[in-house]
């Protein structure tokens, strides 16, 4: 499955059978993870190319170099983010809206921890348009969230449900600094539940 596809909903692996990756996806993927591990000044295009058993002229022909590589890691995912918050939130116009986004993002930060570390750490390396296009589609999904927790907790100002949001996205997004102790799945649980504890009205 594509990192595009792990952001989306609309392609769930259970109701669907994975389609075969491309080159392109394969070499991607190889490249986020090692710019999650070294930074991105500690990889070299030729680095990429003998982790994905790509000669120079191969790689380019997928990528121009690295610049355009955390492009196109980083854009379809943030894409998708928006497309799927949205999808949840006009599919659940309740109070189970939240309990969907939640579940939605954990389960897009357990399957993206490199793509997380990248945008955490790498976002500035990018050009100003598409840093720019990326901190909109962000801005966008923030509100998704915010427009639900305003829904079910109207003594929240906006700029505090903002905040909530936030704090939210930097509890579900420890999934890089987590290591792998505990079970994916009780992961998924402990994440969830600690999330819905913060966003929930107190009383």
Do not use: C
């Not at 669907?16 to 930074?39: N, Q």
């Not at 357990?110 to 589609?137: C, K, S």
């Amino acid at each position: 499955m594509t990192l595009e596809q792990q952001a989306d909903p609309r392609h769930p692996a259970a109701s669907t059978p994975p389609k075969r990756r491309s080159r392109r996806d394969e070499i991607l993927e190889i490249a986020v993870g090692l710019f999650a591990s070294r930074g991105y000044h500690g990889v070299s295009m030729d680095d990429i190319g003998s982790a994905a058993g790509v000669t120079g002229p191969a790689l380019y022909h997928h990528f121009a170099g690295k610049e355009a590589m955390l492009v196109a890691a980083l854009i379809p995912v943030s894409e998708g983010l928006l497309a799927g918050g949205r999808e949840r939130v006009a599919r659940h116009p309740d109070e189970t809206a939240l309990a969907s986004l939640v579940e939605f993002h954990v389960d897009f930060a357990l399957a993206n921890p490199a793509v997380i570390a990248l945008h955490l750490h790498e976002l500035d390396r990018l050009p100003d348009d598409p840093r720019r296009q990326i901190r909109r589609l962000q801005r966008l999904y923030v509100e998704e969230w915010v427009k639900v927790l305003l829904r079910i907790r109207p003594e929240l100002t906006a700029p505090e449900a903002r905040a909530l949001a936030h704090a939210a996205f930097g509890l579900m997004n420890s999934t890089p600094f987590l290591g792998g102790e505990v079970d994916r799945d009780r992961l998924a649980e402990l994440l969830g539940a600690a999330t819905m504890a913060a966003l929930r009205p107190t009383s």
